[in-house]
């Protein structure tokens, strides 16, 4: 495959639901893994687990939960208005995508599960000070951040091989039914659901809104300029 340029790659990695049955080589998988793990990490613990998912029986297992899940996704949704900055269009056409991959999930060639393996709690620190203690709730939050760079890698190594792919989460409604499946024991919490394959729709380009509405100088509300 011809070498592509790192912009190239974030301004074409489109959500991409739809997959031919191609089988993906396990050296590809392994390139993108290889690059999943050059991500950043909170304090280089590196306590990211991945499960591949290729076992037809158990990518149906995944499947059948996942379409659990999409049920109570759409219930959800039932009531939900279109984004202003999504032409009517544009926003059938997202809804119809995630649909499809709500009862096809199981048929994509390969499933990656991304975890983390949290490390056993030692305590709370001695004389937090209260503003500090509050914020322990935000820990869970906080935990993302050594897995998500991850799976941003998987999302771009994956358009460099070729691949289609896309960030599900899902499965989380029924996490335990997932877990139970693959056999993951319970200090490993499930992250990211992503069905990778050789897509049978196109890569991008990729629209968004522009950064005048999203980014903010200083303060908010003192829309960026630039």
Same mark, same amino acid.
């Given at each position: 495959?011809?070498?592509? %340029? ?9 959500? &991409?639901?739809?997959?031919? $049955?191609? @089988?993906?080589?396990d050296d ?11 991500? @950043?990490? !909170? ?12 076992? =037809? ?11 659990? %899940? ?16 999504? $032409? ?30 949290q490390a056993? $709690? /030692?305590?709370?620190? @001695? ?11 935000? &820990? %869970?939050?906080? /935990? %993302? /951040? /050594?897995?998500?760079? =991850? ?5 771009? =190594?994956?358009?460099?091989? !070729?691949? !289609? ?15 139970q499946a ?10 990211? &659901?992503? $069905? ?8 991008? @380009? ?10 903010? &100088? ?9």
């Amino acid at each position: 495959m011809a070498e592509m %340029g790192v912009f190239e790659v974030m301004y074409t990695a489109r959500a &991409l639901r739809r997959f031919k $049955p191609d @089988p993906v080589p396990d050296d590809v998988i392994t390139n993108v893994l290889d690059a999943a793990i050059r991500a @950043p990490t !909170g304090s280089n613990e590196q306590g990211w687990q991945f499960i591949v998912i290729k076992d =037809a029986a158990q990518r149906k297992k995944i499947g059948d939960v996942y379409r659990k %899940g999409g049920q109570i996704l759409m219930a959800l949704y039932a009531n939900r208005t279109k984004p202003e900055h999504m $032409p009517q269009k544009q926003f059938d056409k997202l809804m119809a995508s995630a649909m499809y991959l709500i009862d096809h999930m199981g048929d994509a060639p390969v499933l990656l599960l991304a975890c983390l393996q949290q490390a056993a $709690p /030692s305590g709370p620190p @001695p004389q937090l000070p209260p503003e500090a203690a509050a914020a322990l709730k935000n &820990l %869970g939050r906080m /935990s %993302g /951040s /050594s897995i998500y760079p =991850a799976v941003q890698n998987v999302i771009l =190594a994956c358009r460099a091989f !070729g691949l !289609g792919t896309c960030l599900t989460t899902i499965h989380m409604f029924y996490e335990d039914e997932v877990k139970q499946a693959l056999g993951l024991p319970p200090e490993v919490q499930t992250y990211a &659901l992503l $069905p990778i394959g050789y897509p049978s729709d196109k890569f991008g @380009p990729i629209r968004r809104r522009p950064l005048s509405e999203v980014v903010h &100088l200083d303060r908010w509300n003192n829309h960026w300029k630039g």
